[in-house]
């Protein structure tokens, strides 16, 4: 088990090392964030309200980016090349290198909600997060869930030219939903049905209790619940259908 | 577990090996052993079933019936112990292209118990010198050479080696075939795919020449007919027929045809030395399988081209 561990460890400094000798994979976690954020909170620059409802959208998108996007990137891109199939041909146990892997996504993770928890507080005036708590709780659970999520849909992607299309045809219009449904009341009662029933706006809704109005995490408990069933339904999605190798055409 | 009996059994034994993909039956029925310590050649052209077979030895896929044992233990059961022994070279395997060669046999020296060292590898590959270069700056030869270097790392007592220099320029292909000798002389086994009958020839101590997911021969190469000093003459007659001859003595073969061409003021159109391809191979072998004495389509010649061909198995 020890030695399992070690090598999770090993794997994840690997991970470190490529995520930020690969300049595209930095900006992107990085810089975009802000990008948005910046142009954003320009365009809201004195509602407090709205930049309120804001920050916790631009933190939710980001678990999402950084977990199911960058992993189904990833997942492809690692199977189309063969280095999935020459890792799987080694004594690594299968358990150590997902370890190392999601540990990565959750660092990933955790640097971009620290960016955008420090831009709410110095440039956006929400000030600290209210509970620090449910944040961890919700930042993990959105964390768990996207990310099985993304490693399931890699199965579905069927190589690496079509992973932007595939990506995005998921990631726009589950953003799109979920940001229209949280931000506006006046969103139609479909929009709302359908924001509810996928992680993203239960996520932003827990988010938002936990760094805004802090509300308590136990008030937020049925949004935790979604999360957490989308993720039981991503993991046995990923671990069933997983593929080390590229399928023969 | 399989105690000593495991450890001085042969490296690899194959019995009656069946693997199907849908309709398209890959393997039907191989028998194969390799011997501690030896090189043994799967010989054989594309859509043989060779990468199939060293597939199921490697525990990617699941035979359909048939036994298998890899060092005594069945490779199905894709156990760590089993995998620590063993080093796999793919036919196309990727490697993560922002590390360089140098981190990641660090990397995977780290999956072994007693990896050997890296520097040691990196000589042994032939990569010292582009130890420090990110893997997606190295040139192919440079990547596959990686990929030995890779497989060695854990100092694995069996290799598998899945068409190890298709794609290689004749430069590339020797020094391959230099890394293979020497991990020969190491002492290791070693299991190599090939469709190149001159790279069976020069590495392989035994060869199987599989086609059509069965095997037809197995043994030396020399014994196998597919031995470097088998060679093909072969011209146009006075009358435009194509002829042919084998033998293996090419020289004196070729001053009696030409001594003679000349003496009777001939010229021999389109004179060739060749090697036969293993299309010839296997034409051969198939067709001493069914008939002992194939016809010669080259008329006049065959009583000629038989007995040179006669000449060279009464050799041995």
């Keep these: 088990m020890s030695e399992a561990l070690t090598l999770s460890w090993r794997q994840y400094r690997l991970e470190r090392r490529m995520f930020w000798r690969n300049p595209s994979a930095a900006f992107f976690n990085f810089v975009l964030p802000l990008v948005i954020l910046a142009g954003a909170g320009a365009a809201l620059s004195g509602n407090q309200r709205q930049l309120d409802r804001l920050v916790p959208m631009i933190a939710g998108m980001s678990v999402m980016s950084t977990t199911f996007t960058a992993l189904a990137y990833n997942i492809v891109f690692l199977r189309e090349r063969g280095v999935l199939k020459r890792i799987r041909g080694t004594p690594l146990p299968t358990i150590s290198y997902f370890g190392g892997v999601a540990a990565n996504a959750v660092t990933n993770t955790a640097m971009q909600i620290a960016i955008v928890v420090l831009a709410g507080r110095v440039i956006f005036g929400i000030g600290w997060p209210q509970q620090w708590g449910a944040l961890v709780v919700f930042v993990l659970a959105g964390v768990v869930c996207f990310a099985a999520l993304g490693v399931a849909f890699a199965h579905a992607i069927p190589n690496f030219e079509s992973t932007a299309a595939y990506v995005n045809a998921v990631f726009l219009p589950v953003v799109a939903v979920s940001f229209y449904a949280f931000d506006s009341s006046s969103a139609p009662g479909f929009v709302r049905t359908i924001a509810a029933a996928l992680p993203l706006k239960p996520l932003i809704d827990g988010l938002s209790g936990a760094m805004v109005t802090g509300s308590s995490l136990a008030s937020n408990l049925d949004a935790l619940a979604v999360i957490a069933l989308w993720g039981v339904f991503g993991l046995c999605l990923a671990v069933r259908g997983f593929s080390w190798e590229q399928r023969r055409t | ?316």
Excluded: C
């Design chain 2, 1 to 316: 577990m399989t105690g000593t009996v495991g450890e001085n059994g042969p490296a690899i034994e194959v019995r009656d090996l069946h693997k199907r993909y849908g309709e398209y039956e890959a393997v039907r029925g191989i028998d194969i052993e390799v011997r501690r310590g030896e090189v043994f050649g799967l010989l054989g052209p594309n859509g043989a079933g060779k990468t199939t077979t060293v597939e199921i030895l490697e525990g990617y896929r699941a035979r359909d019936s048939g036994e298998v044992a890899v060092l005594g233990q069945d490779p199905a059961s894709r156990s760590i112990a089993l995998r620590r022994r063993i080093g796999v070279v793919l036919q196309a395997g990727g490697i993560y292209s922002h590390i360089t060669p140098r981190e990641a046999l660090g990397h995977w020296a780290s999956f072994y118990p007693h990896p050997r060292e890296v520097e040691e590898v990196l000589a042994l590959a032939g990569l010292t010198e582009k130890a420090d270069v990110r893997s997606r700056r190295l040139s192919g030869g440079q990547l596959r050479r990686l990929d030995f270097a890779l497989a060695l790392v854990g100092d694995p007592e069996l290799i598998f080696l899945d068409e190890p220099t298709t794609g290689f320029d004749p430069e590339a292909r020797r020094a391959a075939w230099e890394t293979i000798r020497s991990l020969r002389a190491l002492g290791k086994t070693i299991l190599l795919t090939t469709h190149y009958l001159d790279e069976a020839q020069a590495l392989a101590d035994r060869v199987a020449i599989v086609k059509d997911g069965r095997v037809l021969a197995i043994g030396p190469p020399r014994e196998l007919g597919v031995g470097a000093s088998h060679h093909r003459v072969a011209y146009r007659n006075a009358r435009g027929e194509l002829v042919e001859h084998e033998t293996d003595d090419p020289t004196a073969l070729l001053h009696r045809l030409t001594s003679e061409a000349l003496a009777r003021g001939e010229r021999l159109d389109e004179l060739t030395v060749g090697r036969p391809s293993l299309e010839d191979v296997y034409l051969e072998l198939t067709a001493d399988a069914e008939s002992p004495a194939p016809p010669d389509p080259a008329g006049d010649s065959a009583d000629l081209a038989t007995a040179a061909s006669a000449s060279r198995r009464s050799e041995r």
